[in-house]
T-cell receptor, first 116, second 115 residues
Framework: AQKVTQAQTEISVVEKEDVTLDCVYE???????LFWYKQPPSGELVFLIR??????QNEISGRYSWNFQKSTSSFNFTITASQVVDSAVYFCALSGRIYNTDKLIFGTGTRLQVFP | ETGVTQTPRHLVMGMTNKKSLKCEQH?????MYWYKQSAKKPLELMFVYNFKEQTENNSVPSRFSPECPNSSHLFLHLHTLQPEDSALYLC??????????????FGPGTRLTVL
């Protein structure tokens, strides 16, 4: 079965703290893609990153960094020096083929609140 | 306009009403999707259209009826809904529906309340 687990339902931090959002996935596919999306209060999901299963290099983009570890089936997301504008719900997703259709399987999301 | 747009942003309807949600993408994509987002649940994929052909109906009740007249427009026709259908309905598009590397781009959603 393909599944994404985001065990942290809600996280609250104070501005400038670092915060890590966890994502654990399950899949039997050898080739797959992992994604992170941000959903601000306005509602639309904003694409942040895509990582394929063959590329385990960590990625950094400004204050955002991602740690992909195949050995633990995890794809964690760290925000350094958090800001109030980072407050949103963050979704981890896994691409998978189900009944011959490629789909995104989403986790339940982690709500991040950054207080000034 | 750019990206993926959805109208209306908010909709309140009675159980006997008929209404439609509209989605338009300006990204030149060939695949479009409807998702349902309820509180404390993962996003639920409802329908997938690839090159205007419906390729996925994820066991959605018939009171939801999708329509894709072209690759840029997607509708969700609603009739005789139930209160439990109240949710945020998100539209997304991607280059194609096959090819699991294709990221999906989302619209802002329609917040639907069924009374």
């Amino acid at each position: 079965a393909q599944k994404v687990t985001q065990a942290q339902t809600e996280i609250s931090v104070v501005e400038k703290e670092d915060v890590t959002l966890d994502c654990v996935y399950e899949t039997r596919d050898t080739t797959y893609y992992l994604f992170w999306y941000k959903q601000p209060p306005s509602g639309e999901l904003v694409f942040l990153i895509r990582r394929n299963s063959f590329d385990e290099q960590n990625e950094i983009s400004g204050r955002y960094s991602w740690n992909f570890q195949k050995s633990t089936s995890s794809f964690n997301f760290t925000i350094t020096a958090s800001q109030v504008v980072d407050s949103a719900v963050y979704f981890c997703a896994l691409s998978g083929r189900i009944y011959n259709t490629d789909k995104l399987i989403f986790g339940t999301g982690t709500r991040l609140q950054v207080f000034p | 306009e750019t990206g993926v747009t959805q109208t209306p942003r908010h909709l309140v309807m009675g159980m006997t009403n008929k209404k439609s949600l509209k989605c338009e993408q300006h990204l030149g994509h060939n695949a479009m999707y409807w998702y349902k987002q309820s509180a404390k649940k993962p996003l639920e994929l409802m329908f997938v259209y690839n090159f205007k052909e419906q390729t996925e109906n994820n066991s959605v009740p018939s009171r939801f009826s999708p329509e894709c007249p072209n690759s840029s427009h997607l509708f969700l026709h609603l009739h005789t809904l139930q209160p439990e259908d109240s949710a945020l309905y998100l539209c997304a598009s991607s280059q194609e529906a096959s090819g699991s590397y294709n990221e999906q781009f989302f619209g802002p959603g329609t917040r639907l309340t069924v009374l």
